[in-house]
């Protein structure tokens, strides 16, 4: 009897499934080779998410209830902290600012996600952004899920070599004090569109990649023919914000567009977040008024937008997670 008891206990271990990875225990470390982020087996990975709104205004979403939603029903890979640096930001709140990013990054680590530690700016800020991404650096650097996007949207008035690249060199040193591993995405001029200027000056550090935005209802073509150029001179580049919108954030959903850019993305092997999860009455935004700050949205909590996202990334993830398919064997052996 004892014999069989164990006997079925083993079968019963046996035959139960397995609790499902998260995104991080199946990429694992990130880093940068050639112009692919790959994960720790050296596999170009996608990771697809979204990203929060601006933290002095919508902070309600800033929670782990909120993150963890998005990691079971929505199936996203990775979050954003869009940690707003003017206008009620960062530099008149430094340490309630500061808090949301570590709610964030928190309830990420406890979920399994990846995380982006956005510093949500148009006007460089160095010296405040290298002591905010320092302490972010030394307090969680060690782990795998962090990655620091060091400027979200420099202007395009703003140009490269001259304001964008000098303010990179001062910041990223100051991570890499700290963290010498983990992934960092680097914004580029006008609004992060000019990824080609950024791949003719590349930064000289290791595990960067450049950050491209989009709004399908603005951006077309020709900002896809800019990304395809800095591929092909070898810079590594990573869509931290894109909108099914346009740039705006308000105005119709462009559907066409969106989907000509999800195939151009996964083609590529570019990762992306949309923009964003808040209640606010514009187009881009996911969720309706009244949706609970927690996380548990229905379909009637969501906007046509977050319907359409939410459905996507459902379908990649379910894409993802099929096991191949057994070829079938041909009659003749496999020699006719």
């Known amino acids: 009897?004892?014999?069989?008891?164990?006997?079925?206990?083993?079968?019963?271990?046996?035959?139960?499934?397995?609790?499902?990875?998260?995104?991080?225990?199946?990429?694992?470390?990130?880093r940068v080779e050639g112009n692919r982020i790959v994960d720790a087996r050296g596999e170009p990975v996608v990771l697809r998410g979204m990203s929060l709104f601006w933290s002095q205004w919508a902070p309600q979403f800033y929670n782990r209830g909120a993150v963890a939603w998005l990691r079971d029903d929505w199936k996203a890979d990775v979050v954003?902290?869009?940690?707003?640096?003017?206008?009620?930001?960062?530099m008149e709140h430094p340490d309630r600012e500061t808090k949301k990013a570590e709610a964030v990054i928190d309830a990420a680590i406890a979920s399994g996600l990846y995380v982006i530690v956005d510093w949500h700016a148009h006007q460089p800020?160095?010296?405040?952004?290298?002591?905010?991404?320092?302490?972010?650096?030394?307090?969680?650097?060690?782990?795998?899920?962090?990655?620091?996007?060091?400027?979200?949207?420099?202007?395009?008035?703003?140009?490269?070599?001259?304001?964008?690249?000098?303010?990179?060199?001062?910041?990223?040193?100051?991570?890499?004090?700290?963290?010498?591993?983990?992934?960092?995405?680097?914004?580029?001029?006008?609004?992060?569109?000019?990824?080609?200027?950024?791949?003719?000056?590349?930064?000289?550090?290791?595990?960067?990649?450049?950050?491209l935005h989009f709004y399908a209802g603005t951006h077309r073509q020709s900002l896809r023919d800019k990304a395809d150029d800095a591929l092909a001179k070898g810079a590594a580049l990573f869509v931290t914000e894109w909108g099914t919108t346009p740039a705006s954030g308000d105005g119709p959903v462009d559907v066409e567009?969106?989907?000509?850019?999800?195939?151009?993305?996964?083609?590529?092997?570019?990762?992306?977040?949309?923009?964003?999860?808040?209640?606010?009455?514009?187009?881009?935004?996911?969720?309706?008024?009244?949706?609970?700050?927690?996380?548990?949205w229905k379909e009637n909590d969501l906007t046509p937008s977050g319907r359409l996202v939410r459905e996507h990334l459902r379908a990649m993830h379910d894409r993802d997670s099929s096991p191949p398919q057994p070829r079938t064997p041909m009659p003749c052996g496999g020699t006719c």
Not at 4 to 30: D, I, K, M, S, Y
Not at 80 to 90: E, L, M, N, Q
Not at 257 to 266: A, G, P, S
């Open 1 to 30: 009897m004892i014999r069989l008891l164990a006997g079925l206990c083993l079968f019963l271990a046996a035959a139960a499934p397995a609790a499902a990875e998260t995104p991080v225990e199946r990429h694992g470390q990130l």
């Open 80 to 90: 954003r902290a869009a940690i707003a640096v003017h206008s009620g930001g960062y």
């Open 125 to 211: 800020e160095p010296e405040a952004a290298a002591h905010f991404f320092s302490h972010i650096a030394r307090k969680y650097g060690h782990l795998p899920n962090i990655i620091y996007e060091t400027w979200n949207e420099p202007l395009d008035t703003q140009d490269w070599s001259r304001v964008i690249k000098p303010y990179h060199l001062a910041v990223i040193p100051k991570i890499r004090e700290a963290d010498p591993d983990n992934l960092i995405v680097a914004g580029t001029q006008t609004w992060s569109q000019d990824v080609d200027k950024a791949a003719v000056d590349p930064l000289p550090f290791t595990n960067l990649a450049y950050t």
């Open 257 to 296: 567009e969106t989907r000509k850019w999800w195939d151009f993305l996964e083609a590529n092997k570019l990762s992306y977040l949309n923009w964003s999860i808040t209640t606010k009455r514009e187009s881009s935004a996911a969720l309706l008024p009244g949706a609970d700050a927690r996380g548990g």
